[in-house]
């Protein structure tokens, strides 16, 4: 059951884990289930884009810093001693003692180090990209969610086939990994809608809230709970399109600890997203899925017909509860029906 002793390891690494720990709720567990030729990797691959995401979430460092600093973030994985002090979010721990984390990075196989380095580099500079904190047009969604999600979906799938546990075909398809990571951030996005507010980031596309309202905070205000319900659901579609290129990526993965791993977000994903669908919630607070039932979709998670029926159950569940006045009815509709005219 110690799958993951650390005893022999060095301090360096038991860190690593340490770090993996404290700042992840959704990944820590999987992340330390996978089997030992990648386990390092994906865990060294998280908390280096946890730093990096620390910096682009970070509103107090000066845009003068922030920018420079994104786009040569991947060159400081070759520097021993590079530390960032100067962090105030919550998981800053990770660029203060970021020499331990480059530390074992560099002692990573030369391919892995390629990948997250190659991973890293890309996203740096995509986020500067997004730094007036709006999204514009569809495309944009689509653009933002590619540098910070569907990249580490790419980048995972190259460890997976390296690692020789996975086909080359699951690291070359980048459009299937990129879906991966789409699905899960939209998500996020749609979830966050007052958090990523209340910081003054705008994640919602222009292009979709301005069919209704004159500013994305209007949907905070209880006396546009329709027009609000109406871009949120407008929203999850766009988020659900995603779902089959997720099913076609899971049936090409055979390791049972790298099936896991990726499946268990995106279940997570789908039920968070079934429960936001029309939910008033999402404009109030958080939006979670409770816990009995995240543990019951952890076990069905573990194979392919179960990560279809969870995906299948929470699809009819969004198509039986379409208002018949949602602008987007027909489309949901259409949406729900080519998902589950696969099963
Ligand atoms: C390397 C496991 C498995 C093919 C830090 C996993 C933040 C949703 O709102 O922390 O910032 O609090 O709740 C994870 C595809 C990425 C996409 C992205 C790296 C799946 C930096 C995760 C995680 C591809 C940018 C975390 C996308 O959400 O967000 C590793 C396959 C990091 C994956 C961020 C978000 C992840 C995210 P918030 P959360
Ligand atoms: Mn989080
Ligand atoms: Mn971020
Ligand atoms: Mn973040
Ligand atoms: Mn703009
Ligand atoms: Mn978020």
């Known amino acids: ?4 002793d650390l005893k022999n390891e060095s301090p360096q690494l038991r860190k690593c884990y340490e770090y993996l720990n404290k700042t992840s709720r959704s990944f820590a567990a999987v992340i330390q289930a996978l089997d030992r030729e990648l386990r390092h990797a994906v865990c060294i691959f998280y908390l280096v884009l946890r730093a990096l995401d620390t910096v682009e ?26 530390c960032f002090m ?13 020499s331990t984390i480059s530390h074992e990075f560099r002692k990573l196989a030369p391919l892995y180090q390629e990948v997250i380095s190659d991973i890293c580099c890309k996203m740096g500079d995509g986020m500067t990209v997004f730094l007036e904190g709006h999204v514009d047009s569809k495309k944009q969604w689509d653009e933002y969610c590619h540098y910070v999600a ?13 690692s020789g546990l996975e086909d080359s075909i699951v690291g070359q398809d980048t459009r299937l990994a990129n879906s991966m990571g789409l699905f899960l951030q939209k998500t996020n996005i749609i979830r966050d809608y007052l958090e990523d507010i209340e910081q003054g980031r705008e994640f919602w596309p222009k292009e979709v809230w ?25 929203l999850v579609t766009n988020a659900l399109h995603h779902v089959p290129d997720v099913l076609l990526y899971m049936s090409r993965i055979k390791n049972q600890s790298v099936f896991n ?83």
């Open 150 to 162: 569907g990249l580490v979906g790419i980048g995972l799938s190259r460890l997976f086939s390296a």
């Open 261 to 343: 791993f990726c499946a268990i977000p995106q279940v997570m994903a789908i039920g968070t997203l079934e429960r936001c669908y029309n939910n008033p919630g999402v404009f109030t607070g958080v939006v979670k899925i409770r816990k009995g039932e995240a543990v019951r979709m952890m076990m069905y998670a573990t194979s392919l017909e179960g990560v279809k029926a969870i995906m299948y159950h929470f699809t009819a569940q969004i198509l039986h509860s379409i208002p018949s006045t949602d602008p987007s009815q027909n489309i949901t509709r259409r949406c729900c029906h080519q998902v589950l005219e696969r099963s």
């Open 86 to 98: 100067d962090s105030k979010e919550k998981d800053k721990i990770v660029l203060e003692d970021f």
């Open 57 to 82: 979430d970070d509103m107090t460092i000066p845009l003068e810093v922030k920018v420079p600093l994104l786009r040569s973030f991947y060159t400081k994985l070759q520097e021993p001693d590079w």
């Open 210 to 234: 301005s069919k209704y309202a004159n500013k994305l905070s209007d949907f905070a205000d209880p006396a546009n709970r329709r027009a609000a319900l109406s871009c949120l659901n407008d």
């Open 1 to 4: 059951i110690s799958k993951n």
